[in-house]
């Protein structure tokens, strides 16, 4: 008698093997992983455009102090130049008025002749006091409105220059501040939507994803309001 060979129905044999197989993920669940991955790519983008930017500020600020520094060298060689001019026309005035008191015409003029040309208006305008019969003239030359000094103008103006300076760097440093300080929003965003994808229950999830967008948001809105270097 011949062997019967009967064949299971092919949908019978892998009905079982198709019921042990994960059913795909609901699409509720694609779309919270998906918007889990667009967080982590905007945010590390995020990220790294404001470590760049604190990198520049720092840069930044370590030229403004620096040439604040060089600046307020120059200040101080311009400042020591006009004291010293000051005692040269001190002596040079002092030399002159021992000569006159003495009667020695010739030596005066030795001296008038080498006042130099910032103090000869401020010397003359005294003399136009008639000091040596007027007892409220003005005391000596140096005293007198007339007498400038170029090196003492150019000191001032250049420790105005690094006062600037130092106040540009001294802002670039609050800005890099501002940036680093961003960041700490960022690696919040990170850490929330790094576990998000980590959780099961879809009610806390969607949760964490609203804190860590909201967290976003505000980092960036407060990025939006920091100058660019």
Known sequence: MGHVHVHAPHALTEGPEREGSAPPPPRAERRLE???VLLLALTTLATAWCGYQAARWSGEQSQHYARASATRIKALNASTRAGQLRLD???YFNGWLDARQAGNTQLAAI???RFRPEFVPAFRAWIAQRPFTNPRAIPGPLYMPQYRSADLARSERLDAAADELYAEGT???TNDDRYILSTVFFA??????GISLRLDWRPLR???LGLALALLLGGVGFVLTLPLA
């Open 34 to 36: 998906l918007a889990s």
């Open 89 to 91: 026309d001190l002596n």
């Open 111 to 113: 001296y008038r002749r």
């Open 171 to 173: 802002q670039a440093k």
């Open 188 to 193: 919040a965003v990170l850490f929330f939507a």
């Open 206 to 208: 969607i949760v964490v």
